[in-house]
T-cell receptor
């Protein structure tokens, strides 16, 4: 089955800095790559996603890049703010696991003022 | 937007009792819903896929007689933890996809925290 690795597990940055989180996956048939933000005690919230026919997608301060050849994709947050502090999960679906999301292990991002 | 609501948001029960958690899609119809379990500081683990009008498909290692799933309508799926024990204490989260429109995008509920004493 699909295997998703996520790094780093924790990331501390100063307000205004950029943060990058990377995920690698194993199933080359996977075709949908969402990123979720989870605040304490809440469910995951989709913040950005990308499909296999696109290499990069941007939404204000958030961007995602996808390298299908290398089977990895990354979340980029620029001009970080304290309210960006949360746990971020990457996920992968498609291919042999129709609609079944396989989650990464999560990255705890802490943005210090 | 697409809203998924879970109820209750938290529940405390005694060991041996059963607990039901509801997952509702408020403004869209969901043919398929998914149930996840999340332990503290860990990722979401898929427990089962719930399809409206049919039996749920459970992931390997998940006891179907322990975690009963019913998806009786296009807007409601329920998870019943039967004869709960302390090790069942966890954060349970559901997600749903829109009927007839596969985009891969899933909408998540706010989660239900179960504590078994």
């Amino acid at each position: 089955g699909e295997n998703v690795e996520q790094h780093p597990s924790t990331l501390s940055v100063q307000e205004g800095d950029s943060a990058v989180i990377k995920c690698t996956y194993s199933d080359s048939a996977s075709n949908y790559f969402p990123w979720y933000k989870q605040e304490l005690g809440k469910g995951p919230q989709l913040i950005i996603d990308i499909r296999s026919n696109v290499g990069e997608k941007k939404d204000q301060r958030i961007a995602v890049t996808l390298n299908k050849t290398a089977k990895h994709f990354s979340l980029h947050i620029t001009e970080t703010q304290p309210e960006d502090s949360a746990v971020y999960f990457c996920a992968v679906t498609g291919g042999t696991g129709f609609q079944k999301l396989v989650f990464g292990t999560g990255t705890r991002l802490l943005v210090s003022p | 937007g697409a809203v998924v609501s879970q109820h209750p948001s938290w529940v405390i029960c005694k060991s041996g009792t059963s607990v039901k958690i509801e997952c509702r899609s408020l403004d869209f119809q969901a043919t398929t819903m998914f149930w996840y379990r999340q332990f503290p500081k860990q990722s979401l683990m898929l427990m089962a896929t719930s399809n409206e009008g049919s039996k749920a498909t459970y992931e390997q290692g998940v006891e179907k007689d322990k975690f009963l799933i019913n998806h009786a309508s296009l807007t409601l799926s329920t998870l019943t933890v039967t004869s709960a024990h302390p090790e069942d204490s966890s954060f349970y989260i559901c997600s749903a996809s829109r009927s007839g429109r596969y985009t891969g995008e899933l909408f998540f509920g706010e989660g239900s925290r179960l504590t078994v004493l």
